[in-house]
């Protein structure tokens, strides 16, 4: 794959994965708080919230090892699906992260 391409395809999953996110937000979330569900997880599991989100990251990475394991490669739809699951819950993970840190969200604006 050429550079140019590849750029393409940087971009296009970029904007898959920002799409999902808004989609499923507006799906999951009804209240302000955006980890709210992932909080709920935990608690009724007792562990903490990045535990329980990465529980359910763990579940899709499963299903890529899977796909690259199968001995035909699968349609592109479907790994396209599930790479955009696998890195939206690192976004969030990296988001739950920086709400636990009270981290500055001021180096996103740079």
Known sequence: MDRKTFNMLV????????????????????GEDVFEHFKKAA?????NTREALFGMLAKHIVSI???????HC???EIWNEKICDAINYLILLSGVVRDELKAEIEEMKE
């Open 11 to 30: 971009d296009y999953q970029i904007a898959k994965c920002k799409a999902v996110l808004s989609y499923k937000g507006d799906e999951y979330v009804k």
């Open 65 to 71: 090892s899977e796909l690259c394991a199968e001995e």
């Open 74 to 76: 699968a349609p592109t």
């Open 43 to 47: 608690s009724l599991q007792g562990i």
